[in-house]
């Protein structure tokens, strides 16, 4: 084989990013891995919880107390590797990681979605805490995923003026209280937007950030995350 079509090859067979023994499917993935990813389905389409029965319908806490947001779409459950996986993305600096699995979660999208929202925009850093890591994982993997699917972003609109503790150390009520008025909205009055993030826990963070920008006129906000952990009873 000559040097060129070794390289063709190289391209076109690239190793699957979790195995690194077989090429890969789609999303980064092999078929093998792919089908071993941990998925949430059926989910309530309003927060991605697990639900019983099937696609397209509302769990019963939604229902009786709807969330700020319109809808959530997660690629995965919180579960091996993910688990494993998104801290050494948030912590260690691993931020290649995101290419796959942004890629991922379009591939997740582009099966589910037929409304797409103008623009995409990224759950914030506190300014001492994006010095302190040197980067926002939720803007990387917005502008991965606005690229894929050919969506605008807005990484500037949406700030967080006030560091906050860290929502896991917290619960209940006690993270709704440090999130009040931690947000802060200085951008156009779009009529649908996606928030996104790496991981939806409650949900407490997006349901602030849905609140603050329902009430800037904004009519429509979806949720996309990579992963999302069940916490039955909390949102």
């Known amino acids: 084989m ?34 071993d990813m941990p998925r949430i389905a059926p989910a309530c389409i309003r927060c991605a919880l697990p639900l019983e029965g099937v696609e397209g319908l509302t769990c019963g806490h939604c229902q009786k107390r709807p ?10 459950a919180y579960r091996f590797p993910l688990n494993q996986l998104i801290p050494l993305i948030k912590y260690q600096g691993q931020t290649g990681q995101l290419g796959w699995l942004a890629d991922s979660l379009a ?16 759950v914030p850093l506190a300014a001492p805490r994006l010095r302190r890591r040197g980067y926002n994982q939720a803007a990387l ?6 690229k894929r699917l050919e969506l605008a972003t807005d990484l500037g609109s949406l700030s967080k003026p006030r560091e906050t503790a860290h929502q896991m150390e917290l619960r209940g009520k006690a993270r709704r209280r440090n999130l009040r008025g931690a947000f802060q909205w ?15 826990t409650t949900g407490t963070t997006v349901n602030e950030i849905s609140r603050l920008l329902k009430s800037a006129g904004i009519r429509r906000v979806d949720i996309w995350v990579l992963a999302r952990t069940p916490a039955p009873g909390e949102h």
């Not at 969330?67 to 995965?76: E, N, Y």
Request: proline share 6%; with cysteine.
């Open 2 to 35: 000559h040097k060129h079509e070794v390289n063709l090859w190289s391209f076109f067979n690239q190793s699957c990013n979790l195995c690194r023994a077989h090429p890969q499917a789609r999303g980064g993935l092999c078929r093998d891995c792919l089908g």
């Open 141 to 146: 993997l917005a502008t991965r995923l606005a």
């Open 107 to 122: 591939d997740h999208l582009q099966q589910r979605c037929d409304d797409w929202p103008q623009v995409l925009v990224p």
């Open 186 to 200: 200085n951008g156009p009055t779009y009529t649908h937007v996606a928030l996104i993030d790496d991981v939806m």
């Open 67 to 76: 969330p700020a947001f319109d809808r959530t779409v997660a690629a995965f």
